[in-house]
C-alpha cells in the first residue's frame, strides 16, 4: 500500500472481545526499493470459476507439487512470518496452491477490486473527470486519499463485501466501522485463492464486468509506475505483458511488514502471493519475488 511520496497513516484492527469493535494507526511509507497442493480441474475447490477452455492444445510441463513445495519450504525456512500463494494457468486449468488455509491482509491489492466495484455500478465513459482520475492514480501511484474517495463511491465495506461476492470470492469482505483516515480496504482479509480468482475476471467472458471495463482495468494495472512494478513480474519472460497491483503495510503492533503482490502474466497466468511478518519492505518484496519465481518454473519455461 502505499501514498507515493512521504508518510501516512493506515488503519489497524484492534481486537476487542466480540469481533472488531475500533480501528488504530499504523504509519507506512512509500518503499525504498522496487500446506500446498495441485488440484486437477474437475475436482478444483468449488469448482472452475472463471475457467478456460480445457481442450486447449497447449503443451506445458507436468507439475510436481511437492517439488514446488519442497522448493518454497526451503526458501521461506529462514524467513519471519507467514505466506500464502495461488498460482493458475487459465489455459490448462492446472492450479498449484501453498499454504492455502492462510488468510492475510490485502494491502494495497485491495485497489483492484475497488475499481472493479466501480466499474461493476458505473462505466469508465460515464465516470466524471475526478473519479477517472482517482482510479488512475489509484491504480498507477497506489493513491491512498484516491481510493478512499472511491471506496466512498462503491458504498464503503458494504459496496466491497457486495462486489467480492459477484466475483467469486469466498474470503475476502470489506471492514465495517469508522477507520482512520478511511483506510478500511487496507486491512481487509482474502485468501490467495480469491485473489487469482479476482485477476482471472479480468480476462474471462464469464467475469460480471463486461469486455470494456476488464480491459481498462488492464491498461491501468500494465501501467504501474517503475518502483510500484515488482512481485508478479518476477515470473514474467521477456516479451510477456504482465498487469498487477501490490501491495505494503506497516502494521503498528508488530512494526513487520505485509507484502502482497497479485497480477495476470499475459492472459495466462494468475498469480497471487500474500506475506506477513517481513522487517522491511525490501525483504518482503524479496519474499513474494522468490516465491513467484520458485512456482512459475515449474508451470513454464522460458526461453
Same mark, same amino acid.
Given at each position: 500500500?502505499?501514498?507515493?511520496?512521504?508518510?501516512?497513516?493506515?488503519?489497524?484492527?484492534?481486537?476487542?472481545?466480540?469481533?472488531?469493535?475500533?480501528?488504530?494507526?499504523?504509519?507506512?511509507?512509500?518503499?525504498?526499493?522496487?500446506?500446498?497442493?495441485?488440484?486437477?480441474?474437475?475436482?478444483?475447490?468449488?469448482?472452475?470459476?472463471?475457467?478456460?477452455?480445457?481442450?486447449?492444445?497447449? =503443451?506445458?510441463?507436468? +507439475?510436481?507439487? *511437492? !517439488?514446488?513445495? $519442497?522448493? #518454497?519450504?526451503?526458501?521461506?525456512?529462514?524467513?519471519? /512470518?507467514?505466506?500464502?500463494?495461488?498460482?493458475?494457468?487459465?489455459?490448462?486449468?492446472?492450479?498449484?496452491?501453498?499454504?492455502?488455509?492462510?488468510?492475510?491482509?490485502?494491502?494495497?491489492?485491495?485497489?483492484?477490486?475497488?475499481?472493479?466495484?466501480?466499474?461493476?455500478?458505473?462505466?469508465?465513459?460515464?465516470?466524471?473527470?475526478?473519479?477517472?482520475?482517482?482510479?488512475?492514480?489509484?491504480?498507477?501511484?497506489?493513491?491512498?486519499?484516491?481510493?478512499?474517495?472511491?471506496?466512498?463511491?462503491?458504498?464503503?465495506?458494504?459496496?466491497?463485501?457486495?462486489?467480492?461476492?459477484?466475483?467469486?470470492?469466498?474470503?475476502?469482505?470489506?471492514?465495517?466501522?469508522?477507520?482512520?483516515?478511511?483506510?478500511?480496504?487496507?486491512?481487509?482479509?482474502?485468501?490467495?485463492?480469491?485473489?487469482?480468482?479476482?485477476?482471472?475476471?479480468?480476462?474471462? =467472458?464469464?467475469?460480471? +464486468?463486461?469486455? *470494456? !471495463?476488464?480491459? $481498462?482495468? #488492464?491498461?491501468?494495472?500494465?501501467?504501474?509506475?517503475? /518502483?510500484?512494478?515488482?512481485?508478479?513480474?518476477?515470473?514474467?519472460?521477456?516479451?510477456?505483458?504482465?498487469?498487477?497491483?501490490?501491495?505494503?503495510?506497516?502494521?503498528?503492533?508488530?512494526?513487520?511488514?505485509?507484502?502482497?503482490?497479485?497480477?495476470?502474466?499475459?492472459?495466462?497466468?494468475?498469480?497471487?502471493?500474500?506475506?506477513?511478518?517481513?522487517?522491511?519492505?525490501?525483504?518482503?518484496?524479496?519474499?513474494?519475488?522468490?516465491?513467484?519465481?520458485?512456482?512459475?518454473?515449474?508451470?513454464?519455461?522460458?526461453?
Amino acid at each position: 500500500m502505499s501514498e507515493v511520496w512521504g508518510r501516512v497513516f493506515l488503519a489497524t484492527v484492534l481486537i476487542l472481545p466480540g469481533g472488531v469493535s475500533g480501528v488504530r494507526g499504523a504509519h507506512l511509507t512509500s518503499p525504498a526499493v522496487r500446506g500446498a497442493q495441485v488440484v486437477p480441474p474437475a475436482v478444483q475447490d468449488g469448482g472452475e470459476v472463471y475457467g478456460p477452455a480445457r481442450t486447449a492444445p497447449v =503443451k506445458a510441463p507436468e +507439475l510436481e507439487p *511437492k !517439488e514446488i513445495t $519442497r522448493r #518454497l519450504d526451503a526458501f521461506l525456512a529462514g524467513r519471519a /512470518g507467514p505466506v500464502t500463494a495461488t498460482v493458475r494457468d487459465l489455459v490448462t486449468g492446472r492450479i498449484y496452491r501453498y499454504r492455502r488455509h492462510e488468510r492475510l491482509i490485502t494491502a494495497s491489492a485491495a485497489k483492484a477490486l475497488i475499481l472493479m466495484a466501480l466499474l461493476r455500478k458505473t462505466p469508465w465513459d460515464r465516470l466524471d473527470r475526478a473519479a477517472r482520475h482517482d482510479a488512475d492514480i489509484m491504480i498507477r501511484y497506489s493513491d491512498n486519499h484516491a481510493a478512499d474517495r472511491l471506496w466512498t463511491r462503491i458504498g464503503g465495506a458494504a459496496g466491497f463485501s457486495g462486489a467480492a461476492k459477484a466475483f467469486g470470492l469466498r474470503h475476502t469482505r470489506g471492514v465495517p466501522g469508522d477507520c482512520l483516515d478511511l483506510y478500511c480496504w487496507g486491512i481487509t482479509k482474502t485468501s490467495a485463492d480469491d485473489q487469482v480468482r479476482l485477476m482471472s475476471a479480468l480476462v474471462s =467472458k464469464k467475469s460480471p +464486468l463486461p469486455a *470494456k !471495463e476488464r480491459e $481498462r482495468v #488492464l491498461t491501468l494495472m500494465r501501467g504501474v509506475a517503475d /518502483g510500484q512494478n515488482w512481485g508478479v513480474r518476477a515470473g514474467a519472460c521477456e516479451g510477456d505483458q504482465v498487469a498487477l497491483k501490490n501491495g505494503w503495510l506497516k502494521r503498528v503492533s508488530t512494526k513487520r511488514w505485509a507484502v502482497v503482490s497479485a497480477g495476470l502474466i499475459g492472459r495466462r497466468f494468475a498469480v497471487a502471493v500474500l506475506s506477513e511478518g517481513s522487517a522491511d519492505v525490501g525483504d518482503g518484496i524479496a519474499t513474494v519475488e522468490g516465491v513467484v519465481t520458485r512456482i512459475l518454473r515449474s508451470f513454464r519455461k522460458c526461453g
